[in-house]
């Protein structure tokens, strides 16, 4: 037997005080919070330590390459809700073009579409998903390209949203109504 709808509930609004004001902090002001985090917080001591975990402070990789890692992690996990997220917050805020968009879904990591540093964050993430390592030839691109804390940013990006989507793709969350469609 499969279920077609979600398989956890998420917890109801009003929310707890605490709960509201975690909320508060991680959404934009106006927006619900996603399903993602109201399901997970059906278990507090799991929804706490995803958030610790989570990387959604500055780090050192800008914005657009974080998003490029993001997208592509969450296209290769088949993550239609988080990809689809991530591109209607994002995909605008840090310039990708629609060729951009389609190709973290569908392109590879020769696509003419991204700059040479962008080709070693598809690479990095393919490698990394596909393998669960890095090539000894890529390690030194990237290592050529990036700062040592930006490859360990790229890295903990890759795994982190790797379980973000085995989350979603687990719960079978629903698009949120504003995400875009994978393409």
Same mark, same amino acid.
């Given at each position: 037997?499969?279920?077609?709808?979600?398989?956890?509930?998420?917890?109801?609004?009003?929310?707890?005080?605490?709960?509201?004001?975690?909320?508060?902090?991680?959404?934009?002001?106006?927006?619900?919070?996603?399903?993602?985090?109201?399901?997970?917080?059906?278990?507090?001591?799991?929804?706490?330590?995803?958030?610790?975990?989570?990387?959604?402070?500055?780090?050192?990789?800008?914005?657009?390459?974080?998003?490029?890692?993001?997208?592509?992690?969450?296209?290769?996990?088949?993550? *239609?809700?988080?990809?689809?997220? =991530?591109?209607?917050? %994002?995909?605008?805020?840090?310039?990708?073009? +629609?060729?951009?968009?389609? #190709?973290?879904?569908?392109?590879?990591?020769?696509?003419?579409?991204?700059?040479?540093?962008?080709?070693?964050?598809?690479?990095?993430?393919?490698?990394?998903?596909?393998?669960?390592?890095?090539?000894?030839?890529?390690?030194?691109?990237?290592?050529?390209?990036?700062?040592?804390?930006?490859?360990?940013?790229?890295? *903990?990006?890759?795994?982190?949203? =790797?379980?973000?989507? %085995?989350?979603?793709?687990?719960?079978?969350? +629903?698009?949120?109504?504003? #995400?875009?469609?994978?393409?």
């Amino acid at each position: 037997m499969t279920t077609t709808g979600p398989r956890v509930e998420p917890v109801p609004p009003p929310f707890p005080p605490e709960l509201q004001a975690v909320f508060d902090r991680i959404m934009p002001p106006g927006i619900p919070p996603l399903a993602l985090f109201t399901t997970l917080a059906r278990v507090p001591r799991i929804y706490d330590r995803f958030r610790a975990g989570s990387l959604l402070d500055r780090g050192p990789v800008s914005l657009r390459h974080r998003e490029i890692v993001i997208d592509r992690t969450c296209a290769r996990c088949g993550c *239609a809700y988080e990809w689809g997220v =991530h591109v209607a917050f %994002f995909a605008q805020r840090v310039a990708l073009t +629609p060729e951009q968009v389609r #190709a973290t879904a569908r392109g590879d990591g020769t696509d003419a579409s991204w700059s040479a540093e962008e080709r070693l964050l598809i690479r990095l993430v393919d490698d990394l998903h596909d393998t669960s390592s890095i090539t000894d030839d890529l390690w030194k691109e990237l290592a050529a390209a990036f700062s040592l804390e930006q490859v360990f940013e790229a890295i *903990a990006l890759v795994g982190f949203y =790797h379980t973000v989507s %085995f989350f979603a793709n687990g719960f079978k969350l +629903p698009p949120e109504s504003f #995400a875009a469609p994978l393409p």
